[in-house]
T-cell receptor, first 113, second 112 residues
Framework: GQQVMQIPQYQHVQEGEDFTTYCNSSTTLSNIQWYKQRPGGHPVFLIQLVKSGEVKKQKRLTFQFGEAKKNSSLHITATQTTDVGTYFCAENPDNNAGNMLTFGGGTRLMVKP | DGGITQSPKYLFRKEGQNVTLSCEQNLNHDAMYWYRQDPGQGLRLIYYSQIVNDFQKGDIAEGYSVSREKKESFPLTVTSAQKNPTAFYLC???????????FGQGTRLTVV
């Protein structure tokens, strides 16, 4: 199957520090989506990136899509305890094979107050 | 309210028994998915369906089966052939290709 590499696997930060998770694909992507899963919960959609080099912001969250459409990042500025959870990227390959939405392994963020 | 519903939330079964997990959506979505999540791990795709009466295997389809007889419903059967069925199972749906996925609350299956 597709290879969706997401790093780091875990990240501990002090409240107020920044956090970044990276997603890398072996294939060119049609688009990339980001989800957040709180402990004990289900994944919730955050954003979708479609265009090469696209950058989108949601308050303290900044999402980027690489120029080659093979990688993406999520950056959180000044983390808060409410940011705790696992962040997943999910990819749709650009091969017209249909919508086989494949998730990365996730980055688990822990924030120390 | 519109949404995607999985039932039950917790399910216990004896080893060797088949079990079917329910997934229903009233969002009028064409695409539906089943994922498996093990503790501390990511989501692995079991099966997906883009349209009624059609579905494709994901990365870990062995030991599982699905049906898509109605647009609203995409049940997953965990068969006795699945060697390690204990896991958290998540169902999702999306309107079309390349749109956001909405997840159900999940079913936590324990096989003893």
């Amino acid at each position: 199957g597709q290879q969706v590499m997401q790093i780091p696997q875990y990240q501990h930060v002090q409240e107020g520090e920044d956090f970044t998770t990276y997603c890398n694909s072996s294939t060119t992507l049609s688009n990339i989506q980001w989800y957040k899963q709180r402990p004990g919960g289900h994944p919730v959609f955050l954003i979708q990136l479609v265009k090469s080099g696209e950058v989108k912001k949601q308050k303290r969250l900044t999402f980027q899509f690489g120029e080659a459409k093979k990688n993406s990042s999520l950056h959180i500025t000044a983390t808060q305890t409410t940011d705790v959870g696992t962040y997943f990227c999910a990819e749709n390959p650009d091969n017209n094979a249909g919508n086989m939405l494949t998730f990365g392994g996730g980055t688990r963020l822990m924030v120390k107050p | 309210d519109g949404g995607i519903t999985q039932s039950p939330k917790y399910l216990f079964r004896k080893e060797g028994q088949n079990v079917t997990l329910s997934c229903e959506q009233n969002l009028n979505h064409d695409a539906m998915y089943w994922y498996r999540q093990d503790p501390g791990q990511g989501l692995r795709l079991i099966y997906y369906s883009q349209i009624v009466n059609d579905f494709q295997k994901g990365d870990i389809a062995e030991g599982y089966s699905v049906s898509r007889e109605k647009k609203e419903s995409f049940p997953l059967t965990v068969t006795s052939a699945q060697k390690n069925p204990t896991a958290f199972y998540l169902c999702a749906s999306s309107l079309t290709d390349n749109t956001e996925a909405f997840f159900g609350q999940g079913t936590r299956l324990t096989v003893v």
